[in-house]
């Protein structure tokens, strides 16, 4: 447990330094004023909504996928997946609705009175290859591919935006469910985008960090599973 504990708190310090390293190199950068101005929207390449389909296999709801829901978001960016559940969908929404490598899950409803949508699960090719299975994300969600040369820079502001409480702003609810308004939001925030060279450097920093963050993530969750297997066998012992 103690190891588990140290684990963790190491992954908050390598996320807290990502953030500073963005707000470093964006936010308090001396030549920001300079910059050009743009909008989230002009850095994706596709937008696609989820799927929820059905919990066993009916008819041709056949195709067996990894379902991400909001509440996965947190574990997702430590590379842990283990609590979303196995639904059935239709195939022919699943060419369309897949999640690929560096795509982006963003929750779309859900929140909470001190918590807003618009949270982010990045799904690194890292993450996506040991996870090891064909993903969407739910109707509550969206996925998202962002232009390469961009993705950490989107991913970076995204998540900084969200810290400082923006997306409370581009929130409504109906029946008591609270909805991001995803069109609004990266439509017209407007955001300062710096020279691509200065965002190359700021990416191979940031995916760096964020590599090492899953990794970690990789490693609790290998002890976690070796724990399950042993403290059994060793009640048993007893």
Same mark, same amino acid.
């Given at each position: 447990?103690?190891?588990?504990?140290?684990?963790?708190?190491?992954?908050?310090?390598?996320?807290?330094? *990502?953030?500073?390293?963005?707000?470093?190199?964006?936010?308090?950068?001396?030549?920001? *004023?300079?910059?050009? $101005?743009?909008?989230?929207?002009?850095? #994706?390449?596709?937008?696609?909504?989820?799927?929820?389909? $059905?919990?066993?296999?009916?008819?041709? !709801?056949?195709?067996?996928? @990894?379902?991400?829901?909001?509440?996965?978001?947190?574990?997702?960016?430590?590379?842990? #997946?283990? *609590?979303?559940?196995?639904? !059935?969908?239709?195939?022919?929404?699943?060419?369309?609705?897949?999640?690929?490598?560096?795509?982006?899950?963003?929750?779309?409803?859900?929140?909470?009175?001190?918590?807003?949508?618009?949270?982010?699960?990045?799904?690194?090719?890292?993450?996506?290859?040991?996870?090891?299975?064909?993903?969407?994300?739910?109707?509550?969600?969206?996925?998202?591919?962002? $232009?390469?040369? !961009?993705?950490?820079?989107?991913?970076?502001?995204?998540? !900084?935006?969200?810290?400082?409480?923006?997306?409370?702003?581009?929130?409504?609810?109906?029946?008591?469910?609270?909805?991001?308004?995803?069109?609004?939001?990266?439509?017209?925030?407007?955001?300062?985008?710096?020279? #691509?060279?200065?965002?190359?450097?700021?990416?191979?920093?940031?995916?760096?960090?964020?590599?090492?963050?899953?990794?970690?993530?990789?490693?609790?969750? *290998? @002890?976690?599973?070796?724990?399950?297997?042993?403290?059994?066998? @060793?009640? @048993?012992?007893?």
């Amino acid at each position: 447990m103690i190891f588990f504990h140290i684990i963790f708190l190491v992954n908050e310090n390598l996320a807290e330094t *990502a953030h500073t390293v963005f707000v470093n190199t964006f936010i308090n950068n001396t030549d920001k *004023a300079n910059w050009a $101005k743009s909008c989230f929207s002009e850095y #994706i390449k596709f937008s696609t909504g989820g799927d929820w389909g $059905k919990e066993y296999k009916t008819g041709n !709801y056949d195709k067996e996928v @990894l379902c991400i829901r909001g509440t996965d978001i947190p574990n997702l960016n430590i590379g842990q #997946i283990e *609590a979303a559940p196995i639904r !059935y969908i239709l195939n022919k929404n699943y060419e369309v609705k897949k999640v690929k490598p560096n795509d982006i899950i963003v929750e779309i409803s859900g929140g909470s009175p001190t918590q807003s949508t618009g949270r982010i699960a990045f799904v690194s090719d890292k993450v996506y290859q040991h996870i090891n299975s064909d993903i969407i994300c739910s109707n509550f969600c969206r996925t998202l591919t962002i $232009k390469e040369d !961009y993705l950490y820079f989107f991913i970076s502001y995204w998540n !900084y935006l969200y810290r400082n409480g923006r997306m409370f702003d581009y929130e409504n609810s109906s029946t008591g469910l609270k909805n991001f308004n995803f069109s609004s939001f990266v439509t017209e925030e407007e955001i300062s985008v710096p020279p #691509i060279s200065t965002i190359n450097c700021f990416s191979a920093i940031y995916k760096s960090l964020l590599d090492k963050i899953v990794e970690n993530g990789f490693e609790i969750e *290998a @002890l976690i599973n070796t724990q399950k297997h042993i403290l059994p066998r @060793l009640m @048993l012992n007893n």
